[in-house]
């Protein structure tokens, strides 16, 4: 069922609150990509309070649902959502990025609990997903897998090898989300390398995909209902969102994809995102 | 005829068939022996042989086409699902073309992929560069967590595939084209993953071989006792990491004189990894390595190949040779040198 009046007060109200402390984080920890993370908030809150099969108090449950953040700079944004889905104390973000901390800028899959693969460098979390996906078939199980990746990442080859491999082995377990938030490190990804037509090129790849507002909780609620429904093959929800978004001064400035905040910057980006909430 | 481990062959059978049959047969009786494994190609299911897995367990093997760089990232997150990949492409392509995701997915979330990496060294001679190997031990050498190994024959080629099982977390296993000639007896010689095997008894020199090469080096042996009186002793490193250190060291107070023969660029692999060995042992001896000398090799056969570099039998007898007649500090104080 998509999500009701109710469910969508209370995941907006979990929204905001991960992008508060997104604030923080970035503020402890000297630094971090908040960019690209604030834009997938959306994205994961539905995910991790709506969809999948998880259980934060059996990490390694086999038959949970898999969550791979192809687009590993989001380390950020995603620490603090497992933090807040009970994966970890809220209190290790605070090491977060300092000597021996288990969280750092890209997720280490053996030391940060809830992380599936360990992801950073571009284009290698959608091959893991598939061999996720893959080994369900393998393995008789009905897990399934659910998959961000970012759309500077989409340069890489290997994401159309993957892209390719899941439409031939049909992976109707297998979602993937596209945060299409146009910005990647040296500016407007039409400007460094151009991808579009994109919902296109998913779509002659051999992909299903819808294409939704990336900070709309019920359209991403629909847009995932499809993927479950959808048996022929893999879903590509192609989320149209807003690099930085809720921090004012930060939304689509790439310089922003990186960056370290001080305290009155903290107060600042906190406080537009209060009032944008 | 007597089987060994549970095989449905024999040793007899292995002297028809190329490391890559061998690989594919056992792969395939293994594959009834643990229900977790899968075999991934990229299009080379019937050049790297595994494609004898694929045929008798269809549902459990999967082409990624042309695309090695998914497919490591894919076995990878077969290995996070409790499956047991193994990995076949050509060393070239294992090594490089999908070195990251090699070292990033499967090494660094030591994860349970096994690679076998055929076509290693020249041994695709008349493919030319574009298809050898001669940089691939120096590469993945320097991923932590991979075992690295090097079989000889097609004997040890099934040994090394048995073993990886009882390694949790990733193996490179390299092998050649497959025309080697077999270079043990029997089966049973004790293989041990990280332990070198003594080919050939000697106290005057030690040829440190792996691959390929260790059949020369056997066979130089042989003809120097004969011909030149020489004694020397052969050492089989079938594993390049973890690399038997004691048995190097051995060989450095024993023979005082060591070479290394690979079908591999000298920078690196197994002459590069003996050298460490040797140097940080304290103990100094004459040593030389034998290989490709930094240098893309031409096309040809690899016969050719490996008797342009000298590490075929001609080869490595003149290499002997030649570190025989070598001045070096020759004293037997060993308690002046650390």
Known sequence: MPINDQELGELKRIAKKIRLDIVDVTGWSGGAHIGGSLSMVEILTILYWKYMNIDPARPNWEDRDRFVLSKGHGGVGHAVVLAHRGYFPFEDLKEFNHTGSKLGMHLDSKKAVGVEASTGSMGHGLSQAVGMALGARVLKKSWRVYCVIGDGESNEGSIWEAAMAAAHYKLANLTAFLDRNRMMIDGPTEEVMSLEPLADKWAAFGWAVREVDGHDLRQLSEAVEFAQSHLAGPVMVLCRTVKGKGVDFMENDPAWHYGGLSKELVERAKQSVEREG | ?338
């Open chain 2, 1 to 338: 005829m007597a089987k060994e481990g549970g095989l449905t062959w024999t040793v007899y059978d292995a002297d028809k068939m190329t490391q890559r049959e061998i690989y594919g047969l056992v792969l395939s009786e293994l594959g009834e022996e643990y229900p977790e494994i899968v075999g991934l190609s990229a299009d080379l299911a019937k050049s790297t042989k595994i494609g004898t897995f694929g045929d008798k367990f269809p549902d459990r093997f999967f082409n990624f086409g042309i695309a090695e760089q998914n497919m490591f990232g894919v076995a990878a997150g077969f290995a996070k699902a409790g499956l047991i990949p193994f990995v076949s492409t050509f060393s070239v392509f294992a090594s490089m073309r999908a070195a990251e995701f090699l070292r990033t997915d499967c090494c660094y979330q030591n994860l349970n992929v096994k690679v076998i990496a055929t076509h290693g060294g020249t041994s695709f001679g008349s493919a030319g560069s574009t298809h050898h190997a001669t940089e691939d031990l120096s590469i993945v050498r320097a991923f932590a967590n991979l075992v690295v190994i090097v079989p000889a024959d097609a004997i040890e080629t099934a040994h090394a595939v048995r073993a990886c099982m009882k390694i949790q977390g990733p193996v490179y296993i390299r092998i050649g084209r497959g025309f080697e000639p077999r270079v043990y007896e029997s089966f049973d010689y004790g293989y041990q993953v990280g332990k070198a095997v003594e080919m050939h008894p000697g106290t005057d020199i030690t040829v440190i071989a792996c691959g390929a090469t260790v059949y020369h080096a056997v066979q130089a042996a042989r003809i120097l006792k004969q011909d030149d009186g020489l004694s020397v002793r052969v050492l089989n490193m079938h594993t390049i990491k973890p690399m038997d250190e004691e048995a190097i060291m051995r060989a450095v107070t024993e023979t005082r004189r060591i070479i290394t023969v690979e079908d591999h660029n000298v920078i690196g692999g197994l002459g590069g990894a003996v050298a460490e060995v040797i140097a940080g042992g304290g103990k100094g001896c004459a040593f030389q390595r034998v290989g490709i000398p930094d240098t893309f090799c031409p096309h040809g056969y690899p016969e050719d190949l490996m008797n342009l570099y000298k590490i075929d039998t001609d080869g490595i007898i003149e290499k002997v040779r030649e570190i025989m007649g070598r001045d070096f500090e020759a004293d037997e104080d060993w308690e002046d040198e650390v």
